[in-house]
């Protein structure tokens, strides 16, 4: 049985892989390595790089890269005509070879951008093909929060639901101690801070229609918060997360599109400024 180090499972989680033997070799391969599963020199010197601009900018799109803005990426270049290879995500040599075709048709666009540089090339890419690209991860988000915490969301939202009223009387800091953001399905959600998240993360089983879609719980120094859903998770339990890092895509429940999202400690009206 394959095994790596924890270090390198970690920093595979960092970049938006599961930490698994395959995914080492996918990283190597995508970094134009022999994809051999062993943590050699360059592939220890390419997992330290790629962390630590990853921990800067988790939306990056870079070589090596598994994340959303990657797949948005592929999606839109398949769709212009180019050949990607599987629509995985996986910023791989067959994403490169056609990074480097739509560039050269791009020259006036791109002409004085390097050999990836990712956010100008994905930008043109997302304007040519009519493929949006997801909301990138930013410093302060859509609003300034008092309390110095991301908003959780892409858009402001519209407050359909506050702490201890309606819904929330379920006798739990989740459900009670929260408030409900009206958004469109499909709405960028992200990290409120740094921290890790929780083994409760998945699909809410319920046959309650409030109960519906994804959840998760991020933990941070001191609090956790936890959402609930989501439509998509682009994360996974014991996953190490910055403040504005994307960790899904808003859903629906009871027939309304919105985010619920709950605070362990202090009201989240004061913590979030509404």
């Known amino acids: ?23 080492l070799r996918t990283f190597q391969a995508a970094k134009g390595f022999e994809p051999t599963g062993t ?3 360059q592939t220890k010197r390419a997992l330290a790089y790629s962390t630590k601009v990853h921990a800067k900018k988790p939306d990056l799109f870079l070589p090596g890269a598994k994340n959303a803005s990657v797949l948005a990426a592929e999606k839109g270049l398949k769709k212009l005509g180019f050949d990607v290879g599987k629509l995985d995500g996986v910023f791989d040599q067959k994403l490169a070879d056609a990074v480097q075709a739509f560039k050269k048709g791009h020259q006036g666009q791109l002409h004085n951008i390097g050999r990836y540089m990712g956010n100008p090339v994905r930008s043109i890419i997302a304007r040519a093909s009519g493929i949006a690209q997801p909301a990138p991860v930013t410093d302060d988000g859509v609003r300034k929060t008092p309390s110095g915490l991301h908003w959780p969301l892409g858009k402001e939202g519209t407050i359909i639901g506050r702490p201890y009223q309606g819904t929330h009387t379920r006798g739990n800091w989740q459900s009670d101690n929260a408030l409900d953001l009206s958004v469109p399905n499909g709405t960028p959600v992200y990290a409120t801070a740094d921290g890790v998240i929780g083994p409760r993360i998945g699909d809410l089983s319920s046959s309650d229609p409030a109960l519906l879609g994804k959840r998760l719980t991020l933990e941070t120094n001191g609090n956790a918060f936890y959402y609930a859903h989501l439509s998509k998770l682009s994360v996974q339990a014991g996953q190490h997360v910055k403040r504005g890092q994307l960790l899904g895509y808003s859903g629906s429940a009871n027939g309304a599109p919105h985010l619920h999202i709950g605070v362990e400690h ?5 913590l979030f400024g509404v």
């Open 39 to 41: 943590v050699d020199a």
């Open 266 to 270: 202090g009201d989240p009206q004061k």
């Open 1 to 23: 049985m394959d095994r790596i180090p924890p270090t390198t499972r970690k920093q595979l989680r960092l970049l938006g892989y599961k930490g698994t033997p395959e995914d």
